[in-house]
């Protein structure tokens, strides 16, 4: 059985994706005088703590057969929101048989959400959330790393795939989310640059899937 299609996963995603594409039509409104641009990171997680900003179906689905095929021990996320890509992510590792999910989050409120999320699709066990600030979390988990989804922030994009470079397995794969965004020009213009030791392509669905492979440097990553 394909742990996706299960009717509790199902109506786990099926339930979060119907409740985005609504709001989607109807976006909360954001704080008095609120800018993203001049706000920090928690700030923004604060005013947007009721906003979705998930992962496409047709994204999920490209996720969870890249982590089957590459079958990782250790799996990254950067932007767990409500965790409708955690699920897709954890479902393959569920089918798999190993590895294990670090993901990392900014706001209490889909903190929560998103482990109620988890615990009602059965793949809580699966997953680590790690609260706060990514360019400090995520510098907690052990390499190698063999897959990460960078999904949060677009300006925090590169600055996260830096922190992980060191711990990236040789022949990672790190997929960027949104690449038709130009928040993401510097991050697409890094890992599109052979220098820097990644083979990248994009992915045309929705809004766009940039997928680098970590291939042209030693890594420095460790068990």
Known sequence: MITLYTSRVRTVLDRLLAASAIQETSPPAMPPGFSFEASSSQERADAMAAVYMP????????????????????????????????????AAVADNGKGHIYTTELSAAKIDAAHRNLLEAGLADQVTILPGDALETLRQVPGPIGLALIDGWKDLSLPVLKLLEPRLAAGALVVGDDSSFPSMADYLNYVRDPANGYVSVEFPIEDGMEISCRAGLHSEATA
């Open 55 to 90: 992962i496409s179906a047709r994204g999920g689905d490209l996720l969870y057969s890249l982590v089957r095929a590459i079958r990782p021990d250790t799996i990254v996320e950067f932007g767990l929101s409500f965790g409708i890509s955690t699920i897709y992510l954890a």
